[in-house]
């Protein structure tokens, strides 16, 4: 794995050409756990995948499109068409300097607009493929086998606790809170969350456990690595370039 520790010559020799952006918010989530937690838990999956899959791994992004918390300090808000430009420039560069495979993992459930980014960049280049995974929702089958409200969570519940209590047990606050409204997911398209979620919670927190989140954390990374492994293969994108032979030394 690569990240941007290392140097232009390493990346250049290392014939690398995969890359891994994930992409997370900054919002509230609850009164038990840190306003951090949607680019953090990217931040600790994409590094397994990465890992597994010897990539170049990109900093998180720390902001998405959190305008469903409105109301809750600390949230911040990007438009829709910011993120999905900033997205797209990156990956953008990323192609036109060799990376063949670009993923974008999305943490965060409003980050609606990587969809149409990552179909654009697709339909219009022919350099590279980019591959979007929202690791904790398309992994939902493996999911509901480690938690027990799965079906429950949209935020800030059992999951996200779970997660934190796993990888920064220190930032878990003792406040818990359950809170399952009798509303649908769709709401968050109709109303600030904070009008059927009065304390940012939508899940149960109460469940959550580290040895949950070990489990999450694993089958998120085991599913996104599996599914980008094979939706590349089926797009028929080059495997990996062999590493660049070194250039010799002048006199020699």
Same mark, same amino acid.
């Given at each position: 794995? @690569?990240?941007?520790?290392?140097?232009?010559?390493?990346?250049?020799?290392?014939?690398?050409?995969?890359?891994?952006?994930?992409?997370?918010?900054?919002?509230?989530?609850?009164?038990?756990?840190?306003?951090?937690?949607?680019?953090?838990?990217?931040?600790?999956?994409?590094?397994?995948?990465?890992?597994?899959?010897?990539? @170049? #791994?990109?900093?998180?992004?720390?902001?998405?499109?959190?305008?469903?918390?409105?109301?809750?300090?600390?949230?911040?808000?990007?438009?829709?068409?910011?993120?999905?430009?900033?997205?797209?420039?990156?990956?953008?560069?990323? #192609?036109?300097?060799?990376?063949?495979?670009?993923?974008?993992?999305?943490?965060?459930?409003?980050?609606?607009?990587?969809?149409?980014?990552?179909?654009?960049?697709? #339909?219009?280049?022919?350099?590279?493929?980019?591959?979007?995974?929202?690791?904790?929702?398309?992994?939902?089958?493996?999911?509901?086998?480690?938690?027990?409200?799965?079906?429950?969570?949209?935020?800030?519940?059992?999951?996200?606790?779970?997660?934190?209590?796993?990888?920064?047990?220190?930032?878990?606050?003792?406040?818990?809170?359950?809170?399952?409204?009798?509303?649908?997911?769709?709401?968050?398209?109709?109303?600030?969350?904070?009008?059927?979620?009065?304390?940012?919670?939508?899940?149960?927190?109460?469940?959550?456990?580290?040895?949950?989140?070990?489990?999450?954390?694993?089958?998120?990374?085991? @599913?996104?690595?599996? @599914?980008?492994?094979?939706?590349?293969?089926?797009?028929?994108?080059?495997?990996?370039?062999?590493?660049?032979?070194?250039?010799?030394?002048?006199?020699?």
């Amino acid at each position: 794995m @690569y990240d941007t520790t290392a140097t232009h010559l390493d990346l250049e020799r290392s014939g690398v050409d995969t890359a891994v952006l994930p992409v997370g918010a900054i919002e509230q989530h609850g009164p038990h756990l840190p306003l951090s937690v949607d680019w953090f838990q990217g931040e600790v999956v994409a590094r397994r995948v990465a890992d597994r899959l010897d990539a @170049y #791994l990109l900093p998180g992004m720390p902001f998405g499109c959190s305008q469903a918390h409105e109301g809750f300090r600390g949230s911040i808000f990007l438009a829709q068409e910011t993120l999905g430009a900033v997205v797209k420039d990156i990956a953008k560069s990323l #192609l036109e300097q060799g990376f063949r495979r670009v993923a974008v993992l999305n943490f965060h459930g409003g980050n609606l607009i990587l969809k149409l980014a990552v179909r654009d960049l697709n #339909l219009s280049q022919r350099l590279g493929k980019v591959v979007l995974v929202s690791p904790a929702h398309d992994a939902s089958a493996e999911l509901s086998e480690v938690l027990d409200g799965y079906g429950n969570e949209q935020h800030a519940g059992e999951l996200e606790t779970s997660i934190m209590m796993y990888a920064a047990s220190e930032q878990v606050g003792p406040s818990r809170v359950d809170h399952v409204p009798g509303v649908g997911p769709a709401y968050f398209d109709y109303l600030p969350m904070k009008e059927f979620c009065p304390d940012g919670v939508w899940g149960r927190s109460s469940l959550a456990t580290a040895e949950k989140g070990r489990l999450a954390v694993e089958a998120m990374a085991s @599913y996104t690595v599996g @599914y980008l492994q094979d939706t590349f293969a089926r797009l028929g994108v080059p495997g990996r370039r062999p590493p660049l032979e070194s250039t010799p030394a002048r006199g020699t």
